[in-house]
């Protein structure tokens, strides 16, 4: 690892991983994992990817996504993000990501809160295929040092703007001097007793963030997802059963085998019908098992494999599900170009808030806005990067004492407690 680099990005989910692509490829790069590459949420998406299928549909996307975020989004957030939605996701097509099709067209299916079917997909593995198509397209670029199990536990801060990172790798606490910082460090879902997110993934960045005085936005919104397989333990991740079934006909009912909710509704309103059911039982069961064995096995071949491992077999039986942490929507305050109010110092992804997703994000709006916006970012920064000087040494020594003690996941939760008491009994 260099002393120097142009720009430090933090995280290899679709946000850090499209501004490696997008980055002009005469800068210096240094992309962080905190744990293995592909211990992200990325990875773990499965739904798909939404998109504007034609022009008439743009103001349908733009209206159900507004809809489900309670009219509290930022409005030019959601026009830029759909309008720009088809584009972004066909120059992840053009680096090798293969959509499923139907009939040698693409096939576009559907999740709750949607109007109409426009969510692209890759099986039930859709985050893993477009991490994988991701990591082949900037493993071209010699521009770019790449490392795991290396942890950001500061930026620096001079005269105002963010000139580095405070890193550990190892058992070494180094300083990494920048012009720019990308933030791409992910969700809070570890900091939870039921989530589906990666475990390790603590709301580092916006702790960071919030330490350093950047602004932070709707830290009250979080988002539960209505189904997580039920597995009657807390504290490990939660295996998620997609949206995608519901969306093409599963059937939720409760233990006494009555209906009680449109599946199909968006996810905040399916998880309060759900807990209402589940006081005794924890659960309420999602039904597939009426549909073609062949055609489960060939849409849904990770939920199926995933929950025979729990003696589920879905193609016979019910799966009981209960709703878990799943998303936050707040986060990092950005604008359209992923910039903080600290200089030089950007953030994307599910770290930072656009406001795009407001109260509630509807389904598969998140890989597309990690996609739209961090292209977006760069760019701001490939335009912005030659004014920029490279910072001088950072003459502080680090604080390893200061480091060994300070938990940024601790801040994060202060925060959401000083905004809403909503998720007091929900944290680890
Ligand atoms: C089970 C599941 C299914 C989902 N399905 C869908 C779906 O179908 N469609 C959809 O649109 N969305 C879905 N989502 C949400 C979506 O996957 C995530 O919001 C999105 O992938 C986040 O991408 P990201 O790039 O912001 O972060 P991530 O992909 O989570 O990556 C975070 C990165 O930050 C790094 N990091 C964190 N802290 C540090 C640190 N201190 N130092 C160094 N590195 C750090 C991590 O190592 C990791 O590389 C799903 C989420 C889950 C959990």
Sequence with gaps: MKEYYDVIVVGTGIAGLNTCINLDKNLKVLLLAKDTLSTTNTSLAQGGIATARDAADVKLHIEDTLKAGKYHNDSKAVKIMVENSFKSIKSIMDIGVVFDKSNSHLHFTREGGHSTNRILHVKDKTGRYISKSMFEAISLNDNIDIYDHTTVLDILVRSGACTGVVLKIGSETRIINSKIVMFASGGIGGLFKSSTNQAILRGEGIGIALKNNVSL??????????????????????????????????????VNGDRFVDELSPRDIVCDSIRKQTKETGYVLLDISFKEKNFILKRFPLVYSRCLEQGIDITKEPIPVFPAQHYMMGGIKIDTYCRTNLSNFYASGETACTGVHGKNRLASNSLLEGLVFSRRACDDINARIKEIKMPGRETKAVNNDFYLEFDPGALVIEEIKRRTDCYNDEFQ
């Design 217 to 254: 936005k709707d830290m009250a919104f979080i988002q539960f997802h209505p189904t997580a397989l039920f597995d009657g333990q807390t504290g490990n991740r939660k295996f998620l059963i997609t949206e995608a079934l519901r969306g093409e006909g599963a059937i939720l009912y409760n």
